[in-house]
């Protein structure tokens, strides 16, 4: 199982940027997905999450929408009005069905917001 993230960079506050996270190995369709982040010298913290028969999810008091693309086998976070607070590096794992933990991670992709 491989998860592959992508699509983080540097944008201004208030800008908006899209993560994509590709898997193979594993089916997304039937699996809970989630983006996590991890800001410096602070924990890693679940983001977002979308479940196996969800199409897509809002977050962040609407700011972070996660969809999933079955075709693609993918699933997107899409963030908006983002801030400087939201820099961190973003991580995509899959919680496999029946557990509690988060089974397979993917690399991270780095997020940088400046003010």
């Known amino acids: 199982v491989q998860l592959q993230a992508s699509g ?3 944008v201004q506050a208030g800008g908006s940027l899209r993560l ?3 898997g193979s ?12 982040r991890q800001a410096p010298g602070k924990q890693r ?11 897509s999810v809002d977050a962040a008091n609407g700011r972070f929408t996660v969809s999933r693309d079955n075709s693609q086998n993918t699933v997107f976070l899409q963030m908006y009005n983002l801030r400087p607070e939201d820099t961190a590096v973003y991580y995509c794992a899959v919680q496999l ?3 509690s933990s988060w089974s397979y991670w993917g690399q991270g992709t780095q997020v ?4």
């Open 97 to 99: 069905w029946g557990r």
């Open 45 to 55: 913290e679940l983001v977002a999450q979308i479940g196996p028969s969800v199409s």
């Open 8 to 10: 983080g960079g540097l």
């Open 112 to 115: 940088t917001v400046s003010s």
């Open 20 to 22: 994509s996270c590709a």
């Open 25 to 36: 190995g594993i089916t997304f369709a039937s699996q809970r997905v989630g983006w996590h």
